[in-house]
């Protein structure tokens, strides 16, 4: 059976671990690389992932020099912003590859970004190509499994999604990213700016698209949650007043009256380690991962696993909702 050519978009921590992922899996041929960062254009992928071993693909600092043949697929793990992506897109999608994206606001850039996301679809129309958002938040814990979820009810009244993950587990650019050791007027100051966790809102409308619900009345917030005692995490110390992480939610309603409500939480030395869906409704359900799911390893395995069903969607901008059931993909026969 023939082999899928990837060509991997991004070599931080994420893509690494997708690069690795793919290689323990049969059926897949790495065939090209990107990135911007200086120390890592012009080594061997290998190296720059910690394979071990030369791959014999040099990391490009252009697409162009991404696709020294035809691929099959694009996996896309650089930015979280749709706007600081888009370039990307518009450079990607000429070359007739499917993209799988990790960004977060591709997941469901419908309401917040229609503007966007039709460029993006018109561009991927044009060329043939299908392009999606993916990962683990957004684009599964707690936007498509609650939706799943909601299948076995005869009503639904409202949606909970509570998500408490532990910070001093995660990578050190995850850790910056919600805030970790600095003051709280720096972290005001960033919230005010659009910094914080990135893809509550666009979870939220994924849940209203799936159950049909038109959002009338929509709020979000996030807090500093501060260290009361010294602090570390890796490299970073927290002294007594300084920012520990974060907790951010979303919330909409509908005019009937049905409500959606997210609340994510990321910090150093949390209570509990937890991802907790509650829907109301007929029946109840409440459904409970102690310990959560590990955001890093389960978007890297989302982003391949993905993969096949990409590869036969039709082209254009799709969300995870418009594929067929996900799951497990152990990788082509030989």
């Given at each position: 059976?023939?082999?899928?050519?990837?060509?991997?978009?991004?070599?931080?921590?994420?893509?690494?671990?997708?690069?690795?992922l793919?290689?323990?899996?049969?059926?897949?041929?790495?065939?090209?690389?990107w990135?911007?960062?200086?120390?890592?254009?012009?080594?061997?992928?290998?190296?720059?992932?910690?394979?071990?071993e030369?791959?014999?693909?040099v990391?490009s600092p252009?697409?162009?020099g991404?696709?020294?043949q035809?691929?099959?697929?694009?996996?896309?793990t650089?930015?979280?912003?749709l706007?600081?992506a888009?370039?990307?897109?518009?450079?990607l999608?000429?070359?007739?590859?499917?993209?799988?994206?990790?960004?977060?606001?591709?997941?469901?850039?419908?309401?917040?970004?229609?503007?966007?996301?039709?460029?993006i679809?018109?561009?991927?129309?044009?060329h043939?190509?299908?392009?999606?958002?993916?990962?683990?938040?957004?684009?599964?814990?707690m936007d498509?499994?609650p939706?799943?979820?909601?299948?076995?009810?005869?009503?639904?009244?409202?949606?909970?999604?509570?998500?408490?993950?532990?910070?001093?587990?995660?990578?050190?650019?995850?850790?910056r990213?919600?805030?970790?050791?600095?003051?709280p007027?720096?972290?005001?100051?960033?919230?005010?700016?659009?910094?914080?966790h990135?893809?509550?809102?666009?979870?939220l409308?994924?849940?209203a698209?799936?159950l049909?619900w038109?959002?009338?009345e929509?709020?979000?917030?996030?807090?500093?949650?501060?260290?009361?005692?010294p602090?570390?995490a890796?490299d970073?110390?927290?002294?007594?007043?300084?920012v520990r992480?974060?907790?951010?939610?979303?919330?909409?309603?509908?005019?009937?009256?049905?409500?959606?409500?997210?609340?994510?939480q990321?910090?150093l030395?949390p209570?509990?380690e937890v991802?907790?869906?509650?829907?109301?409704?007929?029946?109840?359900?409440?459904?409970?991962f102690?310990?959560?799911?590990?955001?890093?390893i389960?978007?890297?395995?989302?982003?391949?696993?993905t993969?096949?069903?990409?590869?036969?969607?039709?082209?254009?901008?799709?969300?995870?909702?418009d594929?067929?059931?996900?799951?497990?993909?152990?990788?082509?026969?030989?």
């Amino acid at each position: 059976m023939e082999e899928i050519n990837v060509v991997q978009c991004g070599i931080g921590e994420i893509g690494a671990a997708v690069t690795r992922l793919l290689l323990r899996k049969r059926g897949f041929r790495i065939v090209g690389a990107w990135d911007i960062d200086p120390a890592k254009v012009g080594k061997d992928l290998g190296e720059v992932v910690g394979w071990g071993e030369p791959l014999g693909v040099v990391v490009s600092p252009t697409p162009k020099g991404a696709f020294p043949q035809e691929a099959d697929i694009v996996i896309h793990t650089t930015v979280s912003s749709l706007e600081g992506a888009l370039p990307q897109y518009r450079a990607l999608i000429p070359f007739g590859a499917n993209i799988i994206s990790s960004c977060e606001e591709l997941v469901f850039p419908w309401r917040r970004h229609r503007a966007l996301a039709e460029e993006i679809h018109g561009l991927a129309l044009e060329h043939g190509v299908t392009v999606l958002g993916a990962g683990v938040n957004p684009g599964f814990v707690m936007d498509l499994l609650p939706s799943l979820l909601s299948v076995v009810c005869r009503e639904v009244e409202g949606i909970s999604v509570r998500r408490v993950i532990d910070a001093g587990k995660r990578r050190p650019a995850f850790q910056r990213k919600i805030g970790v050791g600095m003051d709280p007027g720096e972290f005001q100051e960033r919230v005010g700016k659009g910094g914080g966790h990135v893809g509550l809102p666009e979870s939220l409308d994924l849940i209203a698209a799936s159950l049909g619900w038109e959002i009338t009345e929509f709020t979000t917030d996030v807090e500093a949650l501060i260290a009361d005692r010294p602090l570390r995490a890796g490299d970073i110390e927290v002294p007594v007043g300084r920012v520990r992480g974060l907790r951010q939610w979303a919330w909409g309603r509908t005019p009937e009256g049905r409500t959606i409500s997210l609340e994510f939480q990321a910090c150093l030395c949390p209570d509990e380690e937890v991802d907790e869906i509650v829907l109301r409704g007929d029946p109840k359900l409440v459904v409970r991962f102690p310990g959560g799911i590990h955001g890093d390893i389960a978007t890297a395995a989302i982003l391949v696993n993905t993969i096949p069903a990409v590869l036969t969607a039709p082209p254009g901008l799709l969300t995870v909702r418009d594929l067929p059931l996900p799951s497990y993909f152990a990788g082509r026969k030989g």
